[in-house]
């Protein structure tokens, strides 16, 4: 049946993913990690896999658990793993940073943490894949949005396996190697797989389909979205080349990664262009909240796909190179995410809370839940930050990107505020509220019981008819 | 009535089943969802299983049944042509929905925002008669908006137009109400 229904711990997710976001600016605040250490130094490592696992990775998850059923009208598969998924994955990425923090010599520890975190992390994934591509391969025909999330989640496999790959190394572990040297030239890969195809390819993926609905535009044409699919599938299969040349005694060198990003960017070209047709032709004339704030993220995704391959074919510093990655995985992915998730977890408690009063009388709408224009604010906040940021990581000042992190933190704790009260109905009179019983609770979404409705079991193996 | 001609046929027998005291159910519609299209299900029971019978309708199937030797019951749920794939109706509607009268609202939700169509139509029902239709017009698959119904008893049947651009729904209200 199309049916889709909360997914139960969606919310769950969010909390993690937000809380390790408030913990990597914090930790960038405090001046660990670049510009203060170098780009491929252990404190870095902690940063970057805090944002891109603990940040962008849960609350994508997250999101999937809730959209995939949604947008190919079948139910989860095997929604019981969900939650175990989670705390694997949460022990994974703990693990793996104590033991960037081990290689840092912040902590005396073995280094088989490094391993040991990643396999965790392969596990909480590798059970996250299995719901989600059980799930789209239950629909058929396979459609184009099943395409872009199935290519995504191959890329996390490709950068998860890299990354288990590369800590064995790390941990000195890496004598099955042999000869082969994966460091640090896989590096770029890892990263190319992990933000443009896991997080990147499917971030576009879903908001093909989410604001089609959310700004009510004409679908696009699949003609326009496909080449998107197959230009970044092949700069991605690139990236994969790119890895697993080593292995044929091949050393990749800047110009693939140029060769990669290229066809890549060519993609965001094409995606980008749809999204500008999506904005200019929605009938919705107002823009909500999640729509205003995606904005400045498609403007940092321009500026970042527009200047890396330069920067990268003109071997430019450190500097630039971490401020363009940092507006991509910040100012887009993470800038998206933010906005998007005021519109998901005000629509998900919205629906937990009024689906079943409709008709009774009337109930308000989802945008009620959102407080306006205070939450506008956290996001200029935000933003403002990141811009910031990035322009103290192009001219590398090690201070000035501290304190501009510092508005971004405060941005988001506002966010994480904002998300809670929605959470509690606190924008909702205290009389339009359902009794404290029914009101939703912060990281679960209420389980319900649905039984068909033609069915009634029991009376069919033992009819009084 | 006729048999199905020539369509293949899968044998499910409950009998072993009800005797050690296992409910059935579960195995009926796990066989009938390993049905390729066009196949047909052979089902024996120890007694004219009646209520299935509008349950398979329900999946596009028709039943036709006769007595065996020793008291129990033979039944042969054949895919009834035309009901599911050629009428192109969404997975988990209801095929008699072709018997359903006319509709006494009609409402055309394509312009609204999500979840708005739901809760103009949920507020309609409110407002009707059991056994009175609703038909609406929506921009999408209204996948939130089913469960509801299924809680309410009301049942539906859609699918998109020819164009793939307008979602045609028919609600048929089951007497059911908002429950909370």
Redesign the interface.
């Known amino acids: 049946m199309p049916m889709a229904s909360l997914s139960r711990w969606t919310m769950s997710y969010f909390a993690a993913a937000l809380a390790f976001l408030l913990a990597a600016e914090a930790l960038a605040i405090a001046g660990i990690g670049y510009p203060a250490a170098g780009l491929a130094e252990p404190a870095t490592l902690v940063l970057v896999h805090l944002v891109a696992i603990g940040w962008l990775s849960l609350a994508m998850a997250g999101a999937l658990l809730q959209f995939v059923p949604v947008l190919v009208s079948r139910p989860l598969a095997l929604p019981g793993l969900a939650l175990p998924a989670l705390f694997v994955l949460i022990a994974g990425l703990i693990l793996l940073c104590a033991g960037f923090a081990t290689l840092a010599g912040w902590i005396e520890a073995p280094l088989d943490l490094l391993p040991l975190g990643a396999g965790f992390l392969l596990a909480g994934f590798s059970l996250l894949g299995l719901m989600l591509v059980t799930t789209l391969l239950s629909a058929r025909p396979i459609t184009l949005f099943a395409r872009f999330v199935l290519t995504g989640l191959a890329c996390l496999a490709v950068t998860a396996l890299s990354g288990a790959t590369f800590t064995t190394l790390l941990s000195g572990r890496g004598g099955w190697l042999g000869t082969i040297t994966l460091l640090p030239d896989g590096l770029p890969f890892h990263a190319l797989l992990g933000l443009g195809g896991w997080l990147g390819l499917i971030a576009i993926g879903v908001s093909y389909r989410l604001f089609v609905m959310f700004m009510m535009a004409p679908e696009p044409p699949a003609r326009r979205v496909r080449p998107v699919l197959l230009l970044a599938s092949l700069g991605l299969a690139l990236a994969f080349a790119g890895l697993a040349a080593p292995f044929a005694g091949i050393e990749p060198g800047a110009v693939w990664i140029a060769a990669a990003l290229a066809v890549l960017i060519l993609a965001g070209v094409f995606y980008g262009r749809d999204i500008h047709a999506l904005y200019c032709t929605r009938r919705r004339k107002t823009l909500e909240i999640n729509m205003l704030a995606s904005i400045p993220a498609f403007v940092a995704l321009g500026l970042g796909v527009a200047l890396l391959p330069v920067a990268v074919l003109a071997h430019a510093g450190d500097g630039l190179i971490a401020a363009l990655v940092f507006l991509i995985a910040l100012g887009w992915l993470g800038g998206l995410t933010l906005a998007q998730l005021v519109k998901i977890v005000s629509f998900v408690t919205w629906l937990e809370t009024y689906a079943p009063r409709l008709g009774r009388g009337p109930v308000p709408r989802v945008g009620d839940l959102v407080a306006m224009p205070r939450t506008g604010w956290w996001f200029l906040l935000y933003y403002g930050g990141i811009a910031l940021a990035a322009a103290a990581l192009a001219i590398e000042t090690i201070d000035g990107f501290r304190a501009t992190m510092a508005l971004c933190l405060i941005g988001t704790a506002g966010l994480v505020a904002e998300l809670i009260r929605i959470r509690r109905l606190s924008q909702i009179k205290a009389v339009d509220r359902p009794p404290a019983h029914e009101r939703p609770r912060l990281l679960a979404a209420r389980a319900e019981e649905r039984r068909p409705v033609h069915v009634e079991a029991g009376s069919i193996a033992h009819p009084r008819a | 009535m006729s048999k199905p001609e020539a369509s293949p046929i899968r044998e499910l027998d409950v009998r072993p089943m009800?005797r050690s005291g296992e409910?059935?159910?579960?195995a009926?519609m796990d066989a009938v969802d390993a049905l390729a299209p066009g196949e047909s299900l052979r089902l024996v029971a120890p007694?004219?299983?009646?209520?299935?019978f509008?349950?398979m309708a329900?999946r596009g199937f028709s039943a036709s049944d006769r007595p065996l030797d020793d008291g129990d019951w033979e039944v042969v749920f054949s895919p009834v042509a035309g009901m599911q794939a050629d009428a192109g109706l969404?997975?988990?509607s209801?095929p008699a929905a072709v018997f359903w009268g006319d509709p006494v609202e009609e409402l055309d939700l394509v312009?609204l925002?999500?979840?708005e169509p739901?809760?103009r139509i949920?507020?309609t029902?409110?407002s009707m008669q059991p056994g009175d239709v609703l038909f609406a017009l929506l921009?999408?698959?209204p996948?939130?908006l089913?469960?509801?119904l299924?809680?309410r008893?009301h049942?539906w049947a859609g699918n998109f137009d020819a164009s793939g651009?307008a979602y045609r729904l028919l609600v048929r209200h089951?007497g059911g109400?908002?429950?909370?």
Do not use: Y
């Open positions: 009800l409910e059935p159910f579960q009926i007694f004219r299983p009646v209520p299935l509008s349950v329900n969404a997975t988990g209801s312009d925002e999500p979840p739901m809760v949920l507020e029902l409110e921009a999408r698959e996948v939130f089913f469960p509801e299924a809680k008893q049942e651009s089951g109400r908002a429950h909370v």
